[in-house]
C-alpha cells in the first residue's frame, strides 16, 4: 500500500508539473527582454527580469481599459444570470404549473446543441434591437444558462416541500419563500454558479469579437487577439498580456475551489 501510495503521488506530481509547467513559462516569459524568449534553446528563466513590458501594455496600449471592462461585463453577466436562473431554477423544482417537465426536458436536450450555431440568429436579433455594439448584446446570452438552470434545479429538489408548504400556511409569499428559505439554503451552488459564470463571461472571445466593433468597448480577451495582429513576433509582450488576463481570474478561481466543488458535488448527487 506504501509503494501505491507513492506511485501515486509521483504521478500526481508528474501531471501537475506538466500542467502547470506552459503557465510557468508564460509568466516567466512576461519578466523577459524583448527578443530574449526567441533564443535557442529558450530561457526558462529571465537572465534580467524586467517590467518593461507590463508597463508597456499600461502605458501605451491601454490594457487597464480593457481589464476595466472585462470586468464590467463579468460583473455584470455573474449578477444578472443569478437573477434569473435561480428562480428559473426553484420553479422548475418545486412549482407545479403546467408543461413544468416537458420544458426542462427542452432545455436539458438544448444543452447539446454547440453555443456557435446560434450565433448567427442571435446576432440578427439584437440587431434589429439596436443592442449590436453594446454591453447589453453581450450580456444576453448570459441571462439564463440552461446548465445554471438545471444546477439550481437539482439542489433545489433536496429541499423539503413540507417546510415551503408550513411557510405558505403561514401567509408567507413566493417571494419570500426565496429570499428567507431558499436562498440560505443554495448558498453553496450560488458560489459555484457564479464563479462558473464569471470566469465563463471574463474569458469569453467569440461573441464579444462578433457583437462589438468600437475598439473601447473590447474586453481583454479580444484586445489582447487585436493586440497579437500587430506584435505576433512580440513573444515577451504577448505574454505579459496573457499574464494580465488569467492570473486574476485564476486567483479567483482557486481562492473559491473549495466553494465551486462542493457546489456542483452537491448539485450532481440531488434528485
Not at 101 to 130: H, N, S, T, W, Y
Not at 147 to 152: A, C, D, N, R, T
Not at 237 to 262: H, K
Request: glycine share 8%; charged share 15%; proline share 6%.
Amino acid at each position: 500500500m506504501k509503494a501505491r501510495a507513492i506511485l501515486l503521488n509521483a504521478a500526481a506530481v508528474v501531471v501537475a508539473l506538466v500542467t502547470l509547467a506552459p503557465l510557468m513559462w508564460m509568466v516567466a516569459v512576461s519578466f523577459m527582454a524583448p527578443g530574449e524568449a526567441a533564443a535557442f534553446p529558450p530561457p526558462l528563466v529571465p537572465a534580467h527580469p524586467t517590467l518593461d513590458n507590463y508597463r508597456t501594455l499600461f502605458e501605451t496600449y491601454g490594457i487597464g481599459r480593457y481589464f476595466a471592462n472585462s470586468l464590467l461585463v463579468s460583473s455584470l453577466a455573474t449578477g444578472l444570470a443569478l437573477l434569473f436562473v435561480v428562480p428559473a431554477g426553484y420553479a422548475f423544482a418545486k412549482l407545479r404549473f403546467r408543461g413544468r417537465d416537458r420544458i426542462f426536458q427542452l432545455l436539458v436536450a438544448a444543452l447539446v446543441i454547440p453555443g456557435q450555431i446560434g450565433m448567427l440568429p442571435l446576432f440578427l436579433e439584437l440587431k434589429a434591437l439596436g443592442l449590436v455594439n453594446s454591453y447589453a448584446g453581450v450580456l444576453v446570452p448570459w441571462l439564463a444558462g440552461i446548465f445554471g438552470i438545471f444546477l439550481v434545479r437539482q439542489y433545489c429538489l433536496a429541499i423539503p416541500t413540507e417546510m415551503l408548504e408550513a411557510a405558505r400556511v403561514d401567509g408567507a409569499s413566493e417571494g419570500a419563500i426565496l429570499r428567507r428559505i431558499v436562498l440560505p439554503t443554495l448558498q453553496p451552488i450560488l458560489v459555484a454558479l457564479a464563479l462558473f459564470v464569471f470566469l465563463g463571461s471574463w474569458n469569453d472571445f467569440m461573441w464579444p469579437l462578433i457583437i462589438l466593433s468600437d475598439d473601447r468597448l473590447y474586453t481583454l480577451p479580444v484586445a489582447l487577439a487585436a493586440l497579437s495582429r500587430e506584435h505576433v513576433q512580440d513573444n515577451e509582450l504577448m505574454m505579459a498580456g496573457s499574464v494580465v488576463t488569467t492570473l486574476p481570474v485564476l486567483i479567483l478561481f482557486l481562492a473559491l475551489q473549495r466553494y465551486y466543488m462542493r457546489g456542483l458535488l452537491a448539485g450532481s448527487v440531488k434528485g
